[in-house]
């Protein structure tokens, strides 16, 4: 057991003596306690020694409270009362699973864990958090006894309720802010839109790649608003004529989200948009992916090739960085040197070297990837080729013998070959270098607990070239509580593979037309975006309607 040997190492860490250690065995026999306890009483140690010792030895890590941005809906479940007498935090509730996540000191305290269960009730999961216990005591203080809902903290402002005290937290508009972005957070938002009008404020959150019209305030809000996101983001609050950039952390039930900040000037105020980055998001594996097996024998293909540029194309907001990093997580292992070029990094991975952009410094992605040449990697993801610079580098890197991996803001995977000769690049140097190309795109998935199943009219049979008398079932979106009435939930990738063997080669090096490219890869199994996304609407993953709005058919 850890306690027994809790003893033993602190003497062998030199944090105890051994006077030290036999007094506090001499009470612990008096009053049957653990023995960490004691050393604390006795002031021998102090509490967060103990917690580290603990930590250590289970190879655990303690939860971040700083900042911390209370969860309506988990402190609900919990009252002060209890959370104070069993020094306990609720961080977060999971309504899809039902989970509440808590922030303990003694995440093994079996009596805490019963009194939560009885508490709750056995169709909540509890979910202990390990957390020092004096972080959970101020956090605890931070979260009870104040308005946390968007409803409930306007009301406060209308009433005028709030009595003046000296914690800023005490103040509506900072927790209306706060729950505005937990609200984002909570409901998988990749941005939030804060957008003034004439009369009134509009917040919209762009959830699965789609704008969704959360609230409308009074603008009378609005310069309060402005003012404490430009604090929060290291802005100049009294400027409003020029756009501004900015970025600021906030801790999330333990987890740290980054904000990117953007605020724009326009005739009705300053616009602002914030782009959330969790970097506790996983990255997929390429197995889950779900490709067709000819697809996926083709990247794999793509993947093992031993040097060469392979790119992922499609618009702002496809997933193209997300793809590439869960094939860098494929071939990331100790024989290799991978190293990156970012603008920004927007997830963390083990092992690999990872660089974001700074054009303070002049770190440009031409400047970057010189310096990352003398580092002896042996595949280099660049984020994005965006200019005849970044794209030349690109491909002469390749040419030394190095694996290169990048992004190409592009309709189709084919379309990126024209787009390459635009930008500068020798069609002899494309074709003998580009190993394959990627083509992406992100459509959302039908939440399943509400989806309503119909058979197409003729209309919906011509578009999908389906026979009338061919029996299929088709399923549309409805929109229930489980996904916030919207209908949809999650997004799934469709991809397309172009792999550049020694016929492309030859017609890339001819500059053959794109429609020639096209037919022969169609000859040669390849499988358009249009194919997949009717792949994923007869297996009832996804409507027709997202379909005709992601891809068209």
């Known amino acids: 057991m850890i306690i027994n040997n809790i003893g033993e190492t602190l003497l062998k860490e030199q944090i105890l003596s051994q006077d030290q250690l036999e007094i506090a065995l001499i009470e612990q026999k008096k009053q049957p306690e653990k023995l960490e306890s004691i050393l604390v009483k006795l002031g021998f140690v102090s509490e967060a020694v103990i917690q580290d010792i603990i930590n250590q030895t289970l190879g655990l890590k303690n939860t971040d409270l700083s900042n911390l941005i209370a969860d309506n809906d988990a402190i609900s479940l919990i009252p002060k009362t209890f959370a104070t007498r069993y020094k306990i935090l609720p961080l977060n509730f999971d309504q899809d699973n039902n989970t509440l996540s808590v922030a303990m000191a003694d995440i093994f305290n079996i009596l805490v864990l019963d009194k939560l269960k009885i508490l709750l009730g056995a169709s909540i999961k509890i979910e202990p958090v390990l957390a020092n216990q004096a972080d959970i005591s101020s956090a605890i203080d931070h979260s009870y006894g104040f ?139 390429i197995e889950e992916l779900e490709l067709l097996e000819p697809n996926f024998i083709t990247l794999k293909r793509m993947v093992f090739n031993p040097q060469g540029i392979i790119l992922i194309t499609g618009p702002t907001g496809s997933g193209k960085t997300t793809s590439l990093y869960s094939l860098l997580q494929y071939l990331n292992t100790e024989q290799v040197s991978i190293m990156t070029l970012e603008d920004p990094v927007e997830y963390i991975l083990g092992i690999v070297r990872q660089t974001a952009i700074n054009e303070a410094v002049k770190l440009d992605f031409a400047n970057g990837l010189r310096s990352i040449l003398r580092q002896d990697p042996d595949i280099i993801l660049l984020g994005e080729i965006r200019d005849k610079a970044t794209a030349e580098m690109a491909f002469w890197t390749s040419m030394t013998g190095h694996k290169v991996y990048s992004t190409l803001h592009t309709n189709s995977a084919i379309s990126a070959i024209p787009r390459l000769l635009d930008l500068g690049v020798v069609a002899d140097v494309i074709a003998e270098n580009m190993v394959g190309i990627v083509g992406q795109r992100l459509v959302r998935k039908l939440c399943p607990a509400c989806k309503q199943a119909y058979s197409p009219n003729d209309e919906e049979r011509q578009l999908l070239n389906l026979p009338k008398t061919e029996d299929i079932i088709l399923y549309s979106a409805v929109g229930c509580e489980k996904c916030f009435q919207y209908g949809y939930k999650g997004r799934i990738a469709l991809m397309e593979f172009l792999y550049i063997d020694n016929q492309l080669q030859e017609l890339i090096a001819n500059k053959a037309a794109t429609y020639k490219i096209k037919q022969y890869a169609e000859d040669n199994g390849y499988i358009s975006l249009a194919q997949e996304a009717k792949r994923h609407l007869r297996d009832g993953v996804t409507s027709l309607d997202e379909i005709w709005r992601v891809v068209g058919i």
Do not use: C
């Open 147 to 285: 308005e946390l809902s968007i409803d409930g903290i306007l009301h406060e402002i209308e009433t005028d309720t709030l009595e003046f005290k000296n914690n800023d937290y005490q103040q509506p508009l900072v927790r209306l802010v706060d729950a505005l972005l937990f609200n984002a957070v909570k409901h998988g938002a990749s941005d939030i839109h804060l957008e003034p009008e004439q009369g009134f404020l509009r917040v919209r959150y762009r959830i699965d790649g789609v704008l969704q019209q959360i609230r409308s305030l009074h603008n009378k809000y609005w310069s309060a608003i402005v003012i404490r996101i430009k604090v929060m983001a290291s802005l100049n609050i009294a400027e409003t004529r020029i756009p501004q950039d900015g970025r600021f952390s906030l801790n999330f039930a333990g987890k740290t989200i980054d904000f990117r900040v953007s605020v724009h000037p326009t005739i009705n105020g300053e616009n602002i948009v914030l782009r959330i980055l969790d970097h506790n998001k996983a990255i997929i594996t």
